[in-house]
């Protein structure tokens, strides 16, 4: 299901602009970091969430939002 806020928009970064590249490459090293832990083990499961989480808040500028 894609994401849309309360007006009804949704992000499109299908184009190949810089803005569109460097977005997709950010939230894909994202993904790619909260897939690298042992499913096996709720410790390392717990350290990849809280990695994935740092890596977005620090990119997408959201610590001065949110009051962190």
Do not use: P
Request: aromatic fraction near 8%; glycine fraction near 4%; include cysteine.
């Amino acid at each position: 299901m894609k994401y849309k806020n309360k007006d009804g928009i949704s992000l499109n970064h299908t184009g190949n602009d810089t803005h569109s590249k460097l977005v997709r490459e950010v939230v894909s090293e994202a993904v790619n970091i909260c897939s690298q832990y042992n499913w096996h083990d709720e410790v390392s499961m717990r350290w990849a969430l809280e990695r994935t989480k740092d890596f977005l808040i620090e990119n997408f500028d959201l610590e001065k939002k949110n009051g962190r």
